[in-house]
């Protein structure tokens, strides 16, 4: 992983500035798998995570506590800078085919909060925007201490029934969250798992458990 500290370049759909979210890193992951069961893929395909660990906005709140305030004041922004760094991680927009989301809530939080920054317009549609796709993001959420890790799923961004594209990411911080962060991630990958090839839902045979009687039996 490397962490990177230089700042987001400004947007006319988004300003960046996260004086008020209070980021504290930012770490990029990418990895490209060149050998599969002694084989090399066909289509070896680039996958990278962003995270970017913020100040948890709602620490030590109620769980009646609207979050919608918060919200749309920092997951706008956290869209916009984890898509910028994906999009130049993996080479451009045009070669991500398959994305995903998640969020890591340090133990002071509650898991809502993990929810109210991916789970929202103000992020999924922008993520999706940004990255030019038009399938709903699969996500991973979860509340942990620094440095667990988490499996990030992925799939067809325009797509969501190529069951090729159906991945897997792994995020870590080594530091974060800390109790009182929130880890926040954007993953993409630009092609489908190595060797793939279990089919796809549009050329599936209709399966019903009546024929197959003698097999569940």
Known sequence: MTEQSSPVQSSPVVRP???????????VYREEVLTENGGRPERPAQRATVAAVIRNPWLGT????????????????????????LID???????????????IVGTGGEIEHGGALIHTPYFGNLMREFLGGESIICFA????????????PMWHKSQAATRSHYQTVTARISD???????????????????????GDRKTDPTVRAEDLERVLA
Do not use: C, N, W, Y
């Open 17 to 27: 500035d996260f004086t008020a979210a209070g980021l504290r890193k930012v770490v």
């Open 141 to 152: 959420d979860a509340r942990a201490e620094a440095g667990e890790t988490l499996v990030v």
């Open 62 to 85: 109620g769980p009646t506590q609207d979050l919608s305030a918060a919200t749309v004041a920092v997951a706008p922004q956290l869209a916009r800078l984890l898509t910028d760094k």
């Open 89 to 103: 991680a993996l080479g451009g927009v045009e070669r991500i085919e398959a994305f995903g989301k998640a969020a």
């Open 176 to 198: 974060g969250p800390r109790a009182d962060e929130i880890v926040i991630i954007a993953a993409a990958s630009t092609g489908p798992r190595p060797h793939a090839r279990i």
